[in-house]
């Protein structure tokens, strides 16, 4: 009888209001800002991946720094691409839903993780083809 009074209490506590939602065109979500930060997203990933694997084949004694990209880099090139695909396709997903939001906060930042992502693919490419020479 406690845990379903404290469940019950738990409930009641965290239960909020509904209200109506304004219903969002998928075409104000996805505009040409939103197709511009994807492509640009999916061209560093692939531009990082692409120098790793050339890394790989001048540098016999580099490897893959990062651990968790590292057993995709081990599997090898389709395996890595396909890895890196899915993962900007989930951070895509996440920037859109962020997009839509009701929340204003969401719908103005929904830019900074792919932004973020982008910058940390740039650097990787760089680096990259620094160890390449």
Known sequence: MRKLCGALMLLLVTATVAHAQEFRAPEQVTDKKFWLVAGALTTTMLLDTKSTFEVGKRCPDCYEANP???????????????????????????????????????????????AALMVGHSIAYRHNNNLAR
């Open 68 to 114: 968790v990209v590292a057993p995709f880099v081990r599997q090898g090139a389709t395996t890595t691409y396909a890895a890196g695909l899915a993962f900007d396709a989930g951070v895509m997903t996440v920037a859109y839903k962020m997009k839509g939001s009701e929340n204003r906060w969401a719908r103005r930042t929904w830019w900074a993780v792919p």
